[in-house]
Structures are given as C-alpha cells and as structure tokens.
C-alpha cells in the first residue's frame, strides 16, 4: 500500500500542489478502492430506476424514492436523514394505462405518452385525425366545427431525421477553456411564459370545440426514442382539459402524410392517468454525516442532484445517476471510517424539472432569498455546495462559476484523479440546475464537467433514460472524484474561496407562475 501510495503521489501530485493543499493521500487511495473495487453504485441505481420507477415530481414513485434514500442514508449511519417539506407544489400525477393506435386505412399500434398532468380520455375512444396548423385561437377558428369529435394533431414540419451521434467524450485539450453551457436568461423565461400563456389560452379553447384528444412532438427524436415532458397542470388554475399525448416522430409524419394525401386517418384511444390531492407539499431529501470538529462541525459541505424525473424513463441520467453518485460518496466515505471536521450533507431535489423547485425553496429557508439579499446566518456557515445533474458520464473536471479563487483548490483536488481522466478546471459558468440557487445568494456553489456520452442525444427527457443507458464504470469514476472532493472540502482549514456577494436581483428562475 505505502508503495502504491509513494508512486501515486510521484506521478500525479506535483510539488507546487502539494504546498496549495493538504491532500491526504492516504484517504485519497482508499477512496478509489472503495469506489472501483467495492461500488454500491448498481444496486443503487437499480433500486432508484427499476424499482422505484418514474419519479415525476409529487408522484407515488418519486414519494416511493425519496423515502427509500432516507431509509438508505439511515442504514449507513448518517443523521438527520429525512424528508423535509419546501412548500406547496401541487397534484401529484400518474399515468394508469395508454393505448394508441391507427385504426383506418389499415390498424398499426402506436408508441405513445401522455404528457404530465394531462386529462385522460375518459375510456376507449375513436376519432378521425386533423391537422391543426399553429396552437393559435385564429388557427383554431379557422377549422370550425370540423374540430367536432376529431383528434387533433399539431403540425410541425415534416423534415428527414438527422441520425444521432455516437456516444461522445471530451477531449483533455478542451477541459480548460469549455464555454458557459446550459446558462438560460431571464428575458428568454420570461418570453417563454408569455408564449405558454397564450398556448394554454389556445388549448383551452380548442377543448369548447369538442375534440377528443391532442397529439404533439416534443423534441427530435428518432428510432423510437421519444422526448415527453408535460405542462403545468399540477398548480391550481392551470388544469387543461384536453387529453394531450406525443407519439414517436416516425408515427407522427406518416399520419401526416397520410391527411396532406386526403387518406383519412382513424386513430383509438384510451388514456387513463390518476391524480392526487391527499399532500400538496413538495419534499427534498435530506442526510449528514456530523462534523467532529468542535470548531468547525456547524459549518456544513452539501453534495446535491435532483431525485425527480419526467414519466416515459425510469430518470436514470436525469438525475438518477448523480443522486447514485452522491449516494454512493457518501457511502464510501461511511465505509473508510472519515471522520470529518465540517458536517457533509446530501440533499436530493424535488420539483428541479418544474423550475429548480425544492433547491430554490430550500435556500430561501436556510440561507436567504436573492430578490432581497436580506441573508440568514447559516449562509456564512456553507463551505461549497457541490451539484451532479448531466447524466452518468466520467467527471472530468469542474465549472468554477467564475470563481477564480476556488480553481488552485480544485486543480490540487483533481491531481489524484488526472489518470481516471479528472484535470479540466474552466472559469465558465454552467446553469439550468440546482447549484443556481446556491450561487445566487453568495454560497460558492458548483457543477462538474461530466462526459456527455449519449445525455442530449439520446437519453435526456426520453423514454430511453432508464437504467441500460447509465455507464456504470463511469459513474464509479464519478463516485471516487465526488467522495474526495466532500472530504477535502470537509478536511479543510478554511471554508472555500467566495466570490464577491452578489447584488440582490430576483432569481432567474423565479417566476411566479408554473413552468
């Protein structure tokens, strides 16, 4: 052990990041073989997709989840492991049963999905299909009472189908320099809430013009792989009562096809989806490992993924595998005996899909709200907050949301990893996730650079993100690098670099109105 140790630290500790960090090589090494040699990370994910199945905000699998990752983090010891409310979300929603299928000119089952918090069909039923051009109150007007008892599809544009690319790996020469990824601005939320405004006006208008049902594309799939998302039908007000479904792009343009060549088109439904009411509340899950330090044990490091999914998949990359991730961290730090100074917290988010729900909610309750800045003391007692939510690949380094003084930090960090591909350290900033919250109330807060391998091409938001899509020796990787980074920033003599406190400004994702 002392051998492999010494050459470890030869190869990939430099002098210069030695003297920035106290990296304890020791831990670092029995991180890894605890990580690649005795994983949990299988039977966690199969536990989390398989078993528990979608977890679709307020859902009976995403309650079925959460309550065993507290029974989990239970097991292994850590304290406080519990479900913790952040407020009213809305109904839960389930889908029951879906049948689709063409029934003229010729009978051809569909692959088909409800989306999320939409009406069902109220049992079997039949209807020719029409082209609807736009979800506009004029486009609806324009077809009459020709919309009377038919199925409506939304047109979009018959286009060839790109193939997907193959899985996908940075290269090391573009760790250093990636550019902000995922960064949405206020004004295009803002544009797109006007928009989804006056689709909902529509859509609730073309309900009083009798049609059976609505079918849509989301997304750009192809080869059965389908995106399903679903609308806000879990806030009070904003039900739609037209039953509304996505088939698979290739179903879709042939039936288009069909309707421009005058063919007509009978299609047969039945749609049953369950709604629940009993608890509104949204929860996050919650666990620590206790500071030992006297001096440092308030002070806190929490590793974050969000533990909903959408309802086609099981949720395996998103975020299945970086709540396994930072399950599996902590447990393999409960398995080498750390006793760590500063107390090491997982949170699993609820409701991130909706709008960054449950980690927005949370930080408002601990640590203050960015649209005033008016912060709680608990703010200054954060270290960092540590976010894993673009799939299951290898991590290979880490946004510093332009905190530069954090990059030293993390290179030292990384140093043990460089061999299992962990070097990048980039200056940019990454978004649409749950660090968000955190960073806009002056917690440093961060993502990392994960391996995309098939995430946007294949698995993100699909009917294929279930548990034969995660890369499990990637997220091995993942595990390692995830455990040594709690620890270092748990180990620490101070708490991470911060940047400059921000301005108070409203936060991007704060809304006031369901997305």
């Known amino acids: 052990m002392r051998k492999h140790l010494s050459l470890l630290a030869g190869i990939l500790l430099p002098a210069a990041l030695?003297?920035?960090?106290?990296?304890?090589?020791?831990?670092?090494?029995?991180?890894?073989?605890?990580?690649?040699?005795?994983?949990?990370?299988?039977?966690?994910?199969?536990?989390?997709?398989?078993?528990?199945?979608?977890?679709?905000?307020?859902?009976?699998?995403?309650?079925?989840?959460?309550?065993?990752?507290?029974?989990?983090?239970?097991?292994?010891?850590?304290?406080?492991?519990?479900?913790?409310?952040?407020?009213?979300?809305?109904?839960?929603?389930?889908?029951?049963?879906?049948?689709?299928?063409i029934k003229k000119p010729y009978y051809q089952p569909l692959i088909a999905f409800p989306l999320a918090w939409s009406q069902g069909t109220k049992g079997l039923v039949t209807?020719?299909?029409?082209?609807?051009?736009?979800?506009?109150?004029?486009?609806?007007?324009?077809?009459?009472s020709n919309l009377r008892g038919k199925i409506v599809l939304l047109h979009t544009r018959d286009s060839l189908l790109k193939p997907a690319p193959a899985i996908y790996r940075y290269p090391d020469s573009v760790l250093n320099s990636l550019p902000d990824k995922y960064m949405v601005r206020r004004e295009s939320l803002t544009?797109?809430?006007?928009?989804?405004?006056?689709?909902?006006?529509?859509?609730?208008?073309?309900?009083?013009?009798?049609?059976?049902?609505?079918?849509?594309?989301?997304?750009?799939?192809?080869?059965?792989?389908?995106?399903?998302?679903?609308?806000?039908?879990?806030?009070?007000?904003?039900?739609?009562?037209?039953?509304?479904?996505?088939?698979?792009?290739?179903?879709?343009?042939?039936?288009?096809?069909?309707?421009?060549?005058?063919?007509?088109?009978?299609?047969?439904?039945?749609?049953?989806?369950?709604?629940?009411?009993?608890d509104l509340n949204g929860y996050n899950v919650i666990g620590d490992i206790t500071g030992t330090d006297p001096a440092l044990k308030d002070e806190v490091v929490i590793a974050g993924g969000h533990l909903d999914s959408w309802h086609s998949g099981t949720g395996a990359t998103d975020n299945g595998a970086g709540c396994v991730i930072m399950m599996e961290a902590l447990r393999i730090l409960k398995a080498i005996g750390v006793q760590p100074r500063r107390t090491i917290r997982i949170a699993l988010w609820g409701g991130e899909e909706q709008g960054l729900y449950g980690s927005f909610n949370y930080v408002k309750k601990h640590y203050g709200n960015p649209a005033d800045m008016q912060l709680l003391p608990a703010q200054q007692q954060v270290s960092a907050y540590f976010n894993l939510d673009n799939g299951s690949g290898k991590i290979r380094g880490i946004y510093l949301q332009q905190n530069d003084a954090a990059g030293p930090?993390?290179?030292?960090?990384?140093?043990?990893?460089?061999?299992?591909?962990?070097?990048?350290?980039?200056?940019?900033?990454?978004?649409?996730?749950?660090?968000?919250?955190?960073?806009?109330?002056?917690?440093?807060?961060?993502?990392?650079?994960?391996?995309?391998?098939?995430?946007?091409?294949?698995?993100?938001?699909?009917?294929?993100?279930?548990?034969?899509?995660?890369?499990?020796?990637?997220?091995?990787?993942?595990?390692?690098?995830?455990?040594?980074?709690?620890?270092?920033?748990?180990?620490?003599?101070?708490?991470l670099p911060r940047k400059p406190q921000p301005h108070a400004e409203q936060f991007v994702f704060d809304l006031n109105y369901p997305l």
Do not use: C
């Open 18 to 101: 030695l003297a920035q960090e106290k990296i304890n090589m020791e831990v670092m090494q029995q991180i890894r073989t605890e990580a690649l040699e005795h994983s949990g990370a299988a039977e966690l994910a199969h536990q989390l997709t398989d078993i528990a199945g979608p977890r679709l905000t307020n859902s009976p699998g995403y309650m079925r989840a959460a309550k065993w990752a507290v029974q989990t983090l239970r097991q292994w010891g850590l304290n406080k492991a519990a479900l913790e409310p952040w407020g009213v979300f809305g109904k839960g929603w389930s889908t029951e049963h879906v049948y689709a299928a």
């Open 409 to 495: 930090v993390f290179r030292s960090w990384l140093a043990p990893f460089a061999d299992l591909g962990a070097t990048g350290v980039t200056r940019s900033n990454t978004g649409s996730t749950d660090h968000l919250p955190f960073d806009a109330v002056g917690i440093p807060a961060f993502q990392f650079i994960q391996d995309p391998l098939e995430y946007e091409t294949r698995t993100h938001h699909t009917n294929m993100d279930t548990y034969e899509h995660l890369s499990m020796d990637d997220i091995k990787q993942a595990s390692a690098v995830m455990a040594a980074f709690l620890y270092n920033a748990a180990m620490r003599d101070e708490k």
């Open 127 to 144: 209807g020719n299909a029409i082209l609807l051009d736009s979800m506009t109150i004029t486009a609806i007007d324009r077809l009459g």
């Open 191 to 278: 544009r797109h809430l006007e928009t989804a405004k006056l689709t909902a006006a529509a859509k609730k208008h073309l309900a009083t013009k009798g049609v059976i049902a609505l079918i849509s594309l989301q997304g750009n799939g192809r080869d059965g792989t389908m995106e399903v998302n679903g609308h806000n039908g879990y806030a009070k007000g904003f039900e739609l009562p037209v039953p509304e479904l996505t088939v698979t792009k290739e179903d879709f343009l042939r039936i288009s096809r069909l309707l421009r060549s005058s063919v007509p088109v009978n299609l047969e439904l039945d749609i049953q989806n369950k709604w629940y009411t009993d």
